[in-house]
């Protein structure tokens, strides 16, 4: 019952979060700094952690993006435990920031996961889809939503057997 009460809660709190339209806090923010307070909170999700190893090439001296740190770091934080949650047998999840054509901070998630066919592409970021017999289909649109919000963009490359990385382009200020 706490278990299934649990979810259940996890659900709603998703559901309202997806149907409130939140204004992000635009402030200057490290992009770096706010993937690296997201690495932590992973741990709480009850994943397969000691089979998986988290590479990050952060580019060193990237601008400041105007942001909402704590929108971001959910962002982030859906991803990585999406990339996990893909690798149960163990893998590699790569996280490179870069600074794109002195435009964008460029973000990509990379893992070494089951991967997707093509054909789930175009409904990856709808509300409710889901390829997770679980899962509730909001996580991934509500990162599209913030990014969206962002004027960023996020994209997704992924093949079966071969893994996923998405890519965010955030602009500088």
Partial sequence: I????????????RILKFSRKTDPNFEP?????????ALPLIYYNNL??????????????????????????EVFLNL????????????MIEITTTNFQNLYVQIQISDTGVGMPASQF????????STKHDGTGLGL??????????????ELKSQVNQGTTFTIKLPFN
């Fill in 2 to 13: 706490g278990t299934q009460t649990d979810r259940i809660r996890k659900l709603v709190d």
């Fill in 29 to 37: 923010i490290a992009i770096n700094d706010v993937i690296e307070s």
């Fill in 48 to 73: 397969p952690m000691s089979k998986i190893e988290i590479k990050k090439n952060f580019e060193k001296q990237l601008p400041q993006i105007k942001g909402d740190a704590h929108q971001l770091q």
């Fill in 80 to 91: 990585l435990i999406n990339a996990c949650q893909s690798m149960p047998n163990g893998g």
């Fill in 122 to 129: 175009k409904d990856i970021f709808m509300p409710f889809f």
């Fill in 141 to 154: 649109s509500i990162c599209h939503n913030i990014i969206k919000n962002h004027n960023g963009t996020i």
